[in-house]
């Protein structure tokens, strides 16, 4: 998905470890959005930043960090992974105009062992 | 805050047939409103949205949703449905003003069946 890069794609981890998701995009948009999305549930923001050096919690930011050193990077860390983190993560990027449409990388499946 | 229901959690129909699928938000001011489409192991996609002007609106695909403010609802519709429409639809809104969070429903799973 050209704009919107994450990385990894797929990972495994034991409960207690930690990890980081990078999502790199090349379309110069103020904001970033970290998702995840579980069965049943729809799309669930965990945080977000409004530009470089900017981050802000969402609705289920419990458990997560982010930071946004540089405006073309958002990272989200696990500090120490649950099972209840098990989930699809996504990315978004979306420009300051809010009436124009957020764009979404490809997802990061996580699993928490 | 703003919300989003989709009451449609599954949506089974054959090739050919019309597809209706229901959006409503929960919100006092002014919203846009988007629909996105999952495919099977993809990323979401905009499929439509609304942010002013004809309350219909035409989107990618042959579908089309239509913005009923007395109702604060957003369905998105199409007149005959193909096995590709297969998917996972899902209803955003964001407010015009404040913070600029999209708001996601839980999601509709449309099966199509040859």
């Known amino acids: 998905n050209a704009g919107v890069t994450q990385t990894p794609k797929f990972r495994v981890l034991k409960t207690g470890q930690s990890m980081t998701l990078l999502c790199a995009q090349d379309m110069n948009h103020e904001y970033m959005y970290w998702y995840r999305q579980d069965p049943g549930m729809g799309l669930r923001l965990i945080h977000y930043s409004v530009g470089e050096g900017t981050t802000a919690k969402g609705e289920v930011p419990d458990g997560y960090n982010v930071s946004r050193l540089k405006k073309q990077n958002f990272l989200l860390g696990l500090e120490s992974a649950a099972p209840s983190q098990t989930s699809v993560y996504f990315c978004a990027i979306g420009p300051t105009v809010r009436n124009q449409p957020q764009h979404f990388g490809d997802g990061t499946r996580l699993s928490i062992l | 805050a703003q919300s989003v229901s989709q009451h449609n959690h599954h949506v089974i129909l054959s090739e050919a047939a019309s597809l209706e699928l229901g959006c409503n938000y929960s919100y006092g001011g002014t919203v846009n409103l988007f629909w996105y489409v999952q495919y099977p192991g993809q990323h979401l996609q905009l499929l439509l949205k609304y942010f002013s002007g004809d309350p219909l609106v035409k989107g990618i695909k042959g579908f089309e949703a239509e913005f009923i403010k007395s109702k604060f609802s957003f369905n998105l519709r199409k007149p005959s449905v193909q096995w590709s429409d297969t998917a996972e639809y899902f209803c955003?809104?964001?407010?015009?003003?404040?913070?600029?969070?999209?708001?996601f429903g839980t999601g509709t799973r449309l099966t199509v069946i040859p």
């Open positions: 955003a809104v964001n407010a015009q003003t404040g913070a600029n969070n999209l708001f």
